[in-house]
């Protein structure tokens, strides 16, 4: 997995949009860009996961520029629920044997 | 819903006393993980799987061990509990790729006293 750096915490008001960005410099030709939330006491969930340009679900968007150095994680109008411990992950998605490994993540606040 | 399960959710256990700690999925993927996690910390590695009879060591020094024996299971043991072995442990699995999504179980949470 290539190097990662996030924000190790946020704040935000309940119903507005949060983005939180993740710089992947050393990111390789064949790496995607993986999103995971986790809440206390659970195990990371897989939000959303893209190569380039915009990806949308109906959790989240992820926006990755052109040079891919770096993506975007936007979660529209958040609600105190949306509270959690975010990372993002950069590797490829087909092969290699290299152990999925969590950094630190960036811890969102909502307050009401 | 991810088809991984842990059991026990939630162990206390006295110093010095074995347990193994369970984790299977049926979804047949190759690649298994445990972590450990302490409430608001990190999710370290402590061991994974590549397919049956292959066991590695992660990032965090552990004093458990594990086996893999058939692909669906990958239990976790420890020979001897003790205080600072409290804490959440959390089994996931995936198919191969370094980056490919994974199922978490429920975790256990274990406590030594």
């Known amino acids: 997995l290539a190097k990662t750096t996030q924000p190790i915490s946020m704040d935000s008001y309940e119903g507005q949009e949060v983005n939180i960005t993740c710089s992947h410099n050393n990111i390789a030709t064949n790496d995607y860009i993986t999103w995971y939330q986790q809440f206390p006491s659970q195990g990371p969930r897989f939000i959303i996961q893209g190569y380039k340009t915009k990806v949308t679900n109906e959790v989240a968007s992820l926006f990755i520029p052109a040079d891919r150095k770096s993506s975007t994680l936007s979660l529209p109008r958040v609600s105190l629920s949306d509270t959690a411990v975010y990372y993002c992950?950069?590797?490829?998605?087909?092969?290699?044997?290299?152990?999925?490994?969590f950094g630190k993540g960036t811890r969102l606040s909502v307050i009401a | 819903e991810a088809d991984i399960y842990q059991t026990p959710r939630y162990l206390v256990i006295g110093t010095g006393k074995k347990i193994t700690l369970e984790c299977s999925q049926t979804?047949?993927?190759?690649?298994m993980y445990w972590y450990q996690q302490d409430p608001g910390m990190e999710l370290h590695l402590i061991h994974y799987?590549?397919?049956?009879?292959?066991?590695e060591k992660g990032d965090l020094s552990s004093e458990s061990t594990v086996s893999r024996i058939r692909t669906e299971h990958f239990p976790l043991t420890l020979e001897s509990a003790r205080p600072s072995h409290t804490s959440q442990y959390l089994c996931?699995?995936?198919?191969?790729?370094?980056?490919?999504?994974?199922?978490f179980g429920q975790g256990t949470r274990l406590t030594v006293v």
């Open positions: 979804m047949g993927h190759d690649k």
């Open positions: 996931a699995s995936s198919e191969p790729g370094t980056n490919t999504e994974a199922f």
């Open positions: 992950l950069v590797g490829t998605v087909s092969s290699g044997n290299t152990p999925l490994v």
């Open positions: 799987s590549y397919g049956v009879n292959s066991t």
